[in-house]
């Protein structure tokens, strides 16, 4: 079966380079446009988890994506546990954390899909790069003053409603 002419171009380069990124967004011209998200395809296979990253232009993720992967290797790999780094965004911080499996099918979906159609192992799971907010401080952390509104929360389980189902 032939894939999904959408989901053609990402296996092509996961089959050329070994892993690609998909980025997802509003369509625009513009590189300084915030992406939603964009997603790494085809890491997993490398030894390293598939990544994504919330909230960062087209001109920006290229260079965050590669220096997370660099800075991650002189770290010695992940390792399951949430990882502060320093090194990729000039003097701020980012940090690692698994995607919990409540969100793992949304921005999972085209790495699960290329996975399926072209053979390759199941998705073994995501982490999430959190990069700091304009008050140099991490999302998590009580004493920052940013919102975040460009990045979820996807270490979390998705909020269950308040009747609980």
């Keep these: 079966m032939a894939l999904d ?5 990402v296996a092509d380069r996961v089959a050329r380079d070994g892993w690609t990124k ?9 590189p300084e446009a915030r ?6 395809v085809g890491l997993q296979e490398m030894g390293i988890p598939e990544l994504v990253v919330f909230g960062l232009s087209r001109a920006l993720i290229d260079g965050f994506i590669e220096g997370t992967l660099e800075v991650l290797a002189q770290a ?13 965004v000039e003097d701020q911080p980012i940090a690692l954390r698994q995607v919990h499996g409540d969100h793992i099918n949304f921005v999972g979906s085209t790495n699960i899909l290329v996975r399926q159609e072209t053979g390759r ?3 073994a799971g995501m982490v999430q790069v959190f990069w700091a907010g304009e008050d140099g401080r991490l999302p998590w952390d009580p004493q920052s003053t940013d919102k975040f509104p460009d990045q ?5 389980p998705a909020p269950r409603p308040a009747n609980g189902q």
């Design 5 to 9: 002419p959408v989901l053609q171009p």
């Design 22 to 30: 998909v980025m997802v967004g509003k369509p625009t011209s513009d």
């Design 35 to 40: 992406l939603i998200f964009t997603t790494t």
């Design 76 to 88: 010695g790999g992940w390792k399951g546990e949430p990882l502060e780094l320093d090194g990729v």
């Design 121 to 123: 192992a199941p998705l």
């Design 152 to 156: 979820p929360r996807l270490d979390l």
